[in-house]
Nanobody, 127 residues
Framework: QVHLVESGGGSVQAGGSLRLSCVTS????????LAWFRQAPGKEREGVAG????????YYADSVKGRFTISQDNAKNTLYLQMVSLKPEDTGMYYC????????????????????WGQGTQVTVSS
């Protein structure tokens, strides 16, 4: 059973930075797409960044390119999302997720393809 636990959310002003962390239980076999999704009130959950464990190719939504960086520390079984130049529209609950589906720089599976989710961490950006 894969377990994901996020941390690092908080409240910042526009232009500020946050780093989210997601501690993952060790994946026993196979390759996974590890991703960050976010969901604002009244909106659908959207994928913002993803990385494939076999190869490390990374995906970013257009809305976060150049501002968010996804990375992983395999020794610590931790996935990170570094967020800079935050905007009020970045506000939402952020979730890390894992899927056996492939992802690449040009493709991130939809939320329905992810089988494993963390509990979420809230990010609030004020103007």
């Amino acid at each position: 059973q894969v377990h994901l636990v996020e941390s690092g959310g908080g409240s910042v002003q526009a232009g500020g930075s946050l780093r989210l962390s997601c501690v993952t239980s060790e994946f026993t076999s196979g390759s996974y797409c590890l991703a960050w999704f976010r969901q604002a009130p009244g909106k659908e959950r959207e994928g913002v960044a993803g990385t494939y464990t076999d190869g490390g190719d990374t995906y970013y939504a257009d809305s976060v390119k150049g501002r968010f960086t996804i990375s992983q520390d395999n020794a610590k079984n931790t996935l990170y999302l570094q967020m800079v130049s935050l905007k009020p529209e970045d506000t939402g609950m952020y979730y890390c997720a894992a899927s056996v589906w492939f992802c690449s720089s040009g493709y991130l599976p939809g939320a329905g393809k992810f089988d494993h989710w963390g509990q979420g961490t809230q990010v609030t950006v004020s103007s």
